[in-house]
């Protein structure tokens, strides 16, 4: 009986070891032939036209994009300010800094690291259709996984919040005029911010010229003129505010908006979640693809959402679908190991430019910029100074009213106070541009400090 048992027991025991010879043999094959499916065919050619002109040698000091500058059928180079020549190789010794606008390229290096994660490649029959599978205009999935980037930095609640996509924070700032302001009401309502305000959005106001909305100015004036009773004003909080820096509050305290373009860590110590009831993001200041287009705002009240919504539906059909498969990989590079690369690397960059500013500037007594307040930092569990995308320059002298004036004398050009309805003794310097930019500023800077002191020596 026990050899009778023995037989069997061999018997299945060499049955279940052919069994699993054959089973791993035959999935041995069938993951061969995946890997033979999975070989590129239709995507090869587009991979080999970007990695060509991605391997477009600019020294550096610019980029050659596919449906930018074309030479002879061939992409050539688009140097940063102040280089030239067919690769970008030539400085140019008499440039101007130009440090007007907020084109956050400084980032641009981030992302030349991480280019295998980040990039995508585009079917011709991408998305054709106007909707997503579940009739929306909006990627489910891309609204996870910013919700998961604001839980992550904790600069923002969404939890039990309605998000609507728009193309930047720019077409958001007038979809939430739109949202807020009454319909029905015999007056417009009275749009305002505090000076020193970012100029979109009285530009904005006044170009659509609407029935429901007007631009009314600064929010101090108005409080001190008693002007808001029994009004309906809408007010604008830019924080960290264009141009200065700060982290604002309303000053009016009834409907808001806030502008939390620059509420990152690389700029500002998150001091905890914004739980406001219309809070606007937006991608060009949190990642610096400004060209991208893509913006998202945060709303408390479902009836503001369904206003909003309806606007940017019926103003455009919604967003670009290339854009929210592109803004969907970006993030999923931006919240790896939490945020910490990204962030930690745009934020090293900032405080740099920030510690050798402020080492010029410690030496002038006929320039300031704005005083720096540390705060404690939840991200980063610290206390940090901020680092913002912009230095607010005051010119001390009596005789330099006009601001900009001076630095233009001294081939240094940035935005005028005028522009930010302050005054003209102000002047505000992108900070955030390409690092070769951000050298000749410093340049410029240096030299204009130095014939204040009379030594370059002491510089
Ligand atoms: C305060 C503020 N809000 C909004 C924007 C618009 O950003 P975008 O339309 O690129 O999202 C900017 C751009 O500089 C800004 O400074």
Redesign the pocket.
Known sequence: MKKYCYGICLVISITINILLSIYIYAGGEKNQDISHQLSLTWSEKAAAEAEAVAAISCSGHGRAFLEGLIYDGQPVCECYDCYGGPDCSELSPECVADADS?DPIFLEPFWMQNVADSSILIPGWHRMSYQYDDYTLMSTELEYYIRKLHSIVGNAITEGRYMVF????????TAALYALSSENSSSPSNILATIPY?P?YKGQTVLFNSENFEFGGDTNSWQSNNSTNNMDVIEFV?SP??PDGELKKSVLGGKTIY?H??FWPHFTPIPGPSDRDLM?F????LSGH?GV???WVIIKDKEVYEKLSKYITVADLGISKDTQLRVLKLLKVVIEKDGKPLFEFAYNIMKDRWDRLTCIFSKSTRFSIQKRHPLHCNFYNETRLPSP?YAWVKCEREEDDDCGAVLEASKIIGRSGSTFSAKNRYTRLSLIKSQDDFEMLLLRLTELVSLEIGSVETM
Do not use: H, P
């Not at 728009?166 to 700032?173: D, E, H, I, R, T």
């Not at 937006?282 to 200041?285: E, G």
């Open positions: 907020g728009g193309v930047g924070s720019s077409q958001l700032l970012y979109m830019t505010n264009n502008d373009a620059y606007i937006t991608l060009s200041k400004a287009r893509f913006g995308a």
